[in-house]
Nanobody
């Protein structure tokens, strides 16, 4: 069974940092990444990382967030620094199953940036 399990969300003050993790299991995965959905907003891309390590970031997080992965552990990370209230959202992990080219999603982890 293909499964993504996210962790690391929480409440943080503006300017603070958080590190999200997403452990994937049940298949072999290609590109992995993170999306987020803020209150009253549509889901948006945050960052992706290919198996090669090539990365892609949304302009709003470039320079503040860093995506990385451990292929041996099928785990993707999102290091978030200099957080602002605008980063408050439910953060979803996404991974592409290589055998089917289907995307699978995690259940989401809440990040709240507030003083």
């Amino acid at each position: 069974q293909v499964q993504l399990v996210e962790s690391g969300g929480g409440l943080v003050q503006p300017g603070g940092s958080l590190r999200l993790s997403c452990a994937a299991s049940g298949s072999i995965f290609g590109t992995m990444g993170w999306y987020r959905q803020g209150p009253g907003k549509e889901r948006e891309l945050v960052a992706t990382i290919a198996t090669s390590g090539s990365t892609n970031y949304a302009g709003s997080v470039k320079g503040r967030f860093t995506i990385s992965r451990d292929n041996a552990k099928n785990t993707v990370y999102l290091q978030m620094n200099s957080l602002t209230p605008e980063d408050t959202a439910l953060y979803y992990c996404i991974a592409r199953v290589l055998s089917t080219a289907a995307n699978v999603w995690g259940q989401g982890t809440q990040v709240t940036v507030s003083s």
